[in-house]
């Protein structure tokens, strides 16, 4: 569930930022299909990624986990 939450926030602020998933994925450095599994919460960003994934959002970390 908390997987979940967190792969819809994280394609919300992309989407909100005006993002593709192959934008992010390469600003991030992590492959397409990587960044999909994250985004259907199938795969769980570990803390690097995620980081990554704030800092190209400019977003902090503490917006994309708040539920």
Known sequence: MEN??????????RKLKGFTQQELA????ISLA????????NRRADEQTLTKIAEFLDVSIQELIHQ
């Open 34 to 41: 990587v960044l999909g599994a994250i985004e259907r919460g």
């Open 4 to 13: 979940l939450q967190l792969a819809q926030r994280i394609r919300a602020f």
């Open 26 to 29: 390469a600003g991030c450095g």
